[in-house]
């Protein structure tokens, strides 16, 4: 059993780090902007913004992964952007 101090300490000596890329953040910007311009509220829009960025990226991964067809990436591509829109 590992405690929780042993487990960062373990991370720490690889030099493990979480890092967002640049253009993500930038995206989910984008899209929690649009929201709030919208007139909703900043906590609904950052919800909003998670959502589409998380349900996109899972889409494209599965897509990559060969788990979904090329048109099913699109229906499911279109149907986010609808969702966001309404």
Known sequence: ??????AVQQLR???LACTV?????EQKVTVF???VERGFTPLRSEIMAAFYIASRDA???AFDRGLISAGE???QQAALVRQLLS
């Open 33 to 35: 902007s649009d929201c």
């Open 13 to 15: 000596e690889h030099d």
């Open 21 to 25: 890329s640049a253009e993500l953040v």
């Open 59 to 61: 889409t494209t991964e």
């Open 1 to 6: 059993m590992v405690t929780l101090r042993e």
């Open 73 to 75: 990436l699109e229906t």
